[in-house]
């Protein structure tokens, strides 16, 4: 069955964005973009690609699901199908008015359910915190790129979700001279 990757950027103590939401602080040069730009080249956004000159995969996700949040800043930056070559699914409690690309859910954990129960790659759980929180009982896998970099507040992994300790597998390990490092894990439940 195909499983709910939550891969996600994150600081050292945990925050995926600063407290205004902005990821400067984060590493894009370095050896480890050689997997952010191979292995997971179906999570890079198209405008990327198009600059890029390369084409998508396809061979690692095929869906993408994203939070209301994480979808505003490529809305406000004129982008309203961020990722034009994945099935995009974005969450909202709110009615909107988006791209006719986009399949808009307010409930996404049974939405998540029924994705699984289809045939396809993977399915990229891009975020935010808040999203990933609700989802945390359906992820499959981690793929966490952790730089080297103390926040001290921002917006968690996994958004304000209650104490409810889960158990994961740690199934790889990856450290790059950038000072990134790739951490995997699998959900007790999948591994
Ligand atoms: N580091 C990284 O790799 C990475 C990746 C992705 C995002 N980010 C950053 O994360 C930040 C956004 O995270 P966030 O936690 O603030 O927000 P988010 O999870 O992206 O979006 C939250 C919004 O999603 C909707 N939502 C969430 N849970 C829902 C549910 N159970 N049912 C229905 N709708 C639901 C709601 O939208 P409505 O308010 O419309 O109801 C909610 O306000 C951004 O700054 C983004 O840049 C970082």
Redesign the pocket.
């Known amino acids: 069955m195909r499983k709910l990757v939550y891969y996600?950027?994150?600081s050292i103590d945990g925050y995926?964005?600063d407290p205004s939401?902005?990821?400067d602080a984060?590493l894009v040069d370095g050896d480890h973009a050689q997997v952010v730009f191979g292995e997971y080249a179906d999570a890079l956004p198209t405008h990327a690609h198009r600059a890029l000159g390369i084409a998508p995969p396809g061979t690692r996700f095929d869906t993408v699901l994203?939070?209301?949040?994480?979808?505003t800043?490529a809305l406000n930056a004129g982008i309203s199908s961020p990722y034009a070559h994945l099935r995009q699914v974005v969450?909202?409690?709110?009615p909107?008015d988006v791209d006719s690309n986009i399949t808009l859910?307010?409930?996404?954990?049974a939405m998540v359910r029924s994705l699984k129960r289809e045939d396809g790659l993977d399915i990229w759980l891009?975020?935010?915190?808040?999203?990933?929180g609700?989802l945390l009982p359906e992820i499959d896998h981690l793929v966490l790129?952790r730089n080297p970099v103390v926040f001290g507040s921002g917006?968690p992994l996994f958004?304000r979700a209650p104490y409810e300790p889960r158990s994961f597998t740690a199934t790889r390990t990856r450290s790059f001279e950038s000072g990134v490092v790739i951490e995997e894990y699998a959900s007790r439940g999948t591994a």
């Open positions: 996600v950027a994150v995926i964005a939401g902005g990821f984060f994203m939070g209301w949040n994480t979808l800043p969450a909202s409690r709110s909107r859910t307010d409930n996404p954990v891009c975020g935010g915190g808040s999203l990933a609700t790129k917006i958004g």
